[in-house]
């Protein structure tokens, strides 16, 4: 090294925008190869091919881990100025903490877990929308929450899936630390993955309290996210049917 000249530290690896820790170990390799989709092209597969991992807790988890989440939070309380011993605070840490488990749920579940016997043959080609599915979730910046509407439609090859299905992969991946970016993605990727459809849309219509509660705080503030594969992005004809569909 030249004199009088200072080894740079190692750039972190980025995504979604946010830098992760430098030296953080690598994530363990999986048991089995992942299949790399073919529509996470141009998008981190790190980021993206995460809706693929196998169930990351379990309820016997949920039951070991609740106490430690529960002493967090008494630490947070406690950090904030609170006394966590006055009667209204007494059992906030438990409840926080089995809130907490509740919203984060999706990593319970597969989609495999949902999809048994919920696939069908049936000889239709012609679009199903299941519109104003309600979304809950957690930005996973902040931790609070972002809401509001999934919509998806998707063009038959053959194959359908009961409509009640749709809702529950919604469930699946809004359950879980997310940005609406990513989770707009593994839904139609999911979907896609399953039925092997000619097309599919989804667009989630959302408001973020990041930017509500702190931040910039406007109040009347939505972000609008979708992803168009097969044929919904390749025929304009087709994507406009299904926008128009979902806003009517």
């Given at each position: 090294?030249?004199?009088?000249?200072?080894?740079?530290?190692?750039?972190?690896v980025s995504c979604n925008g946010y830098a992760l820790?430098?030296?953080?170990?690598?994530?363990?390799?999986?048991?089995?190869?992942?299949?790399?989709?073919?529509?996470?092209?141009?998008?981190?597969?790190?980021?993206?091919?995460?809706?693929?991992?196998?169930?990351?807790?379990?309820?016997?988890?949920?039951?070991?881990?609740?106490?430690?989440?529960?002493?967090?939070?008494?630490?947070?309380?406690?950090?904030?100025?609170?006394?966590?011993?006055?009667?209204?605070?007494?059992?906030?840490?438990?409840?926080?903490?089995?809130?907490?488990?509740?919203?984060?749920?999706?990593?319970?579940?597969?989609?495999?877990?949902?999809?048994?016997?919920?696939?069908?043959?049936?000889?239709?080609?012609?679009?199903?929308?299941?519109?104003?599915?309600?979304?809950?979730?957690?930005?996973?910046h902040h931790l609070v929450p972002f809401v509001g509407?999934?919509?998806?439609?998707?063009?038959?090859?053959?194959?359908?899936?009961?409509?009640?299905?749709?809702?529950?992969?919604?469930?699946?991946?809004?359950?879980?630390?997310?940005?609406?970016?990513?989770?707009?993605?593994?839904?139609?990727?999911?979907?896609?993955?399953?039925?092997?459809?000619?097309?599919?849309?989804?667009?989630?219509?959302?408001?973020?309290?990041?930017?509500?509660?702190?931040?910039?705080?406007?109040?009347?503030?939505?972000?609008?996210?979708?992803?168009?594969?097969g044929v919904f992005r390749e025929d304009a004809k087709?994507?406009?049917?299904?926008?128009?569909?979902?806003?009517?």
């Open positions: 090294m030249e004199k009088g000249k200072l080894e740079q530290p190692p750039r972190a820790e430098e030296k953080q170990p690598p994530p363990p390799a999986p048991s089995r190869p992942l299949e790399k989709s073919r529509y996470s092209q141009g998008t981190s597969s790190q980021c993206l091919d995460n809706w693929k991992e196998e169930r990351t807790r379990s309820e016997e988890d949920n039951e070991m881990n609740l106490p430690s989440l529960a002493a967090a939070y008494t630490t947070i309380l406690r950090s904030l100025g609170e006394d966590p011993e006055r009667q209204g605070l007494l059992r906030t840490p438990w409840r926080a903490a089995t809130a907490m488990q509740f919203f984060t749920k999706g990593y319970q579940e597969t989609i495999s877990d949902i999809l048994n016997d919920a696939i069908f043959d049936e000889d239709h080609d012609e679009m199903v929308i299941v519109k104003d599915i309600d979304m809950f979730s957690l930005c996973e509407k999934v919509h998806i439609g998707y063009l038959p090859n053959k194959q359908v899936l009961g409509l009640s299905k749709l809702a529950r992969i919604v469930e699946i991946y809004s359950r879980r630390l997310q940005v609406q970016e990513r989770l707009t993605k593994q839904i139609a990727v999911a979907i896609t993955e399953a039925l092997q459809p000619t097309g599919v849309g989804v667009v989630i219509e959302a408001t973020h309290m990041c930017m509500v509660m702190r931040g910039v705080q406007k109040m009347n503030s939505k972000t609008v996210t979708s992803t168009m594969l087709t994507r406009e049917e299904f926008l128009t569909l979902i806003r009517s």
